[in-house]
């Protein structure tokens, strides 16, 4: 039906950037709010950014001045754009939508709804 796809991720050093790219496809309606969020390991599943379909966005204080979110909506995709990386940055990052799309001859609302994520390391 639907799916989001992440990619960008990798090993990096501290200091260095990486762009992830999140692509929503399927049979959808609409998109509103899109995030990333993040988990490291033994950690909870944490916000980093988020964006409203009309361009507002909201940063985690800890990635504030360092991560840019931005979204096309004509591609339905979603990017994030971190510099300055640290190690604390390390975790799998996860793409979510709010997604509204068809499920046969029904609209079905889904939110969040999540990618696989991708997998970034900061290390030297």
């Known amino acids: 039906q639907v799916q989001l796809v992440e990619s960008g991720g990798g090993l990096v050093q501290p200091g260095g950037s990486l762009r992830l790219s999140c692509a929503a496809s399927g049979s959808i309606f609409s998109i509103n709010d899109m995030g990333w969020y993040r988990q490291a390991p033994g950690k909870q599943r944490e916000l980093v950014a988020t964006i409203a379909s009309g361009g507002s966005t909201n940063y985690a204080d800890s990635v504030k001045g360092r991560f840019t979110i931005s979204r096309d909506n004509a591609k339905n995709m979603v990017y994030l754009q971190m510099n300055s990386l640290k190690p604390e940055d390390t975790a799998v990052y996860y793409c979510?939508?709010?997604?509204?799309?068809?499920?046969?001859?029904?609209?079905?609302?889904?939110?969040?709804?999540w990618g696989q994520g991708t997998q970034v390391t900061v290390s030297s």
């Open positions: 979510n939508a709010d997604m509204t799309y068809y499920s046969g001859m029904y609209l079905r609302r889904e939110y969040p709804y």
